[in-house]
């Protein structure tokens, strides 16, 4: 008998059997298109539009100028689906009703084929990150300690793109309500990432961890619970609260960013970079909290409910010297040099991040604002195709009363023309404009939107103009 060990092989899709499995899982009756543009507290409802996904290529690494495209939100939707098989989610009004989609987002297939498939999504979606950030060279406990020191971490800063979008917009009560909706899929289920690092056994650091998440648990007392704080935010700007309810309404990026968390936390071998992210998370959300309750008030007055903001400013302060007092310093002097490089990538990725959710939110806000002006836009560029100036590829679409598009984007700009018919265009929360025949708009490349009809039939077109600009000319 042969002792040769049987020859190891990592386990990884390719090709056409990873696009038919990412399929399968899409495939799920919970991640069919949705009716209406709202998830009534049904947690486990998310449109996956799988009738795009099966023409969807994932088995590559999308550059950092292609990781807003379409490709990439479907990615990211899925990877929140999958990661989110893990947590426990009850409807606030209880199963009735919801039972079978219960079972279905909880059966053993659903988390197997979701576990077979998120290695390779996770490469695309998180693989750009390897050329942005580079942590090479000679790391040192002294050098660690000047690094973040540099990086100022507890000092205030400036309002953020987001923030001057929402003080600037022409309607900053919409753009404040959907700042919010981008927190959702994080705060709602807020330290459920953390969690996964608190599991195990690795000493005294895992008992300081684990001080962190029982302060983001309202030390057991429900009302306390900062996703309970958040969601009385909600409440008290007229926004729903069950989780999901705005599954339609998320960036690509805010997706990104939450999915990061999770992503470290479920591959236990990105510990220390989980480590990295922690502290620059805790660190920096003191000065954040302040600015968001500051913009809040500005904006919806003494209505708007701040407590998980004046919460967060109390603890977090706390936190971040928790993070790097009781985990950073001794993590590093217990395991050694060779793992600060993670803990700083975990930090650079994460700001990274950051920086394109900052600029997608604030873009989106613009386009939402410009609504009116993106409609006015669909004359000129009408007339460079219909004169036959400009041809570019067109898709033709007939549609009943009540269609749904659930929300999407395109990686370039797009004309939607209306021949016959009317069709309510959306571009975020509370954002619309009225498309009769003989109108339309131009589509921005990479900015969320969809569209109801709203007459008996809507007979309308798609052009791809690639830029919009080049048909202006």
């Known amino acids: 008998m042969s002792h040769a060990p049987f020859p190891y092989e990592p386990f990884e899709l390719h090709g056409k059997q990873l696009q038919e499995a990412v399929l399968r899982y899409a495939s799920n009756p919970v991640y069919l298109d949705n009716e209406e543009w709202e998830n009534d507290d049904n947690p486990y409802r998310r449109q996956l539009r799988p009738q795009v996904v099966e023409h969807l290529d994932f088995d590559r690494v999308p550059a950092r100028s292609e990781i807003l495209e379409y490709t990439s939100l479907a990615a990211q939707r899925i990877l929140t689906s999958i990661y989110e098989a893990d947590l426990v989610f009850l409807p606030d009004s209880g199963l009735k009703g919801k039972y079978e989609d219960f079972k279905n987002f909880y059966s053993p297939t659903n988390r197997a084929l979701g ?28 050098s660690l300690e000047a690094y973040l020191a540099s990086l100022d971490a507890n000092l205030p800063g400036g309002a953020t793109l987001a923030e001057k979008a929402i003080r600037s917009s022409s309607d900053p009560e919409r753009a404040a309500r959907m700042w919010l909706i981008q927190f959702a899929p994080d705060f709602l289920s807020e330290a459920s990432p953390m969690i996964r690092n608190v599991l195990g056994h690795y000493g005294e650091a895992q008992s300081e961890w684990f001080k962190i998440v029982i302060d983001e648990y309202g030390y057991g007392v429900h009302d306390t619970k900062h996703s309970r704080l958040y969601e009385q935010t909600m409440q008290s700007v007229g926004l729903k609260s069950d989780l999901h309810h705005y599954w339609q309404y998320y960036l690509n990026s805010s997706l990104l960013v939450n999915n990061y968390f999770h992503y470290l936390g479920k591959n236990h ?25 500051s913009l809040l008030t500005d904006v919806f007055g003494d209505t708007a409910d701040v407590r998980y903001f004046t919460e967060h400013v109390h603890i977090d302060q706390h936190h971040g010297r ?20 993670e803990i700083v990538r975990g930090i650079e990725e994460y700001r990274v991040i950051q920086d394109i959710a900052d600029d997608d939110f604030a873009t989106q806000i613009a386009w939402m604002d410009a609504g009116p002006e993106y409609k006015k836009l669909h004359a000129p560029v009408w007339e460079a195709i219909s004169s036959g100036r400009v041809t570019p590829p067109v898709a033709h679409i007939v549609e009943p009363n009540g269609e749904l598009s659930n929300t999407h984007c395109h990686d370039g700009d797009e004309l939607c023309h209306i021949v016959s018919g009317t069709m309510k265009f959306v571009s975020g929360f509370d954002s619309y404009q009225i498309l009769e025949a003989g109108e339309g708009t131009v589509i921005q490349r990479n900015r969320l939107h969809g569209a109801i009809i709203e007459s008996e039939e809507c007979v309308y077109q798609i052009h791809s103009v690639g830029d919009y600009k080049s048909c202006l000319s």
Request: glycine share 6%.
């Open 115 to 142: 576990e077979a498939v998120r290695p390779a999504l996770e490469r695309f979606a998180f693989g750009f990150l390897d050329q942005e950030v580079e942590t090479s060279g000679k790391w040192t406990a002294e």
């Open 269 to 293: 071998e990105l510990f220390f970079r989980y480590v990295g992210a922690l502290y620059y998370t805790e660190a920096t959300l003191v000065d954040f909290c302040r600015r968001a309750v």
């Open 322 to 341: 928790m993070a790097l007092d009781n985990l950073i310093r001794p993590l590093v002097a217990e395991h050694g040099e060779q793992i600060i490089p």
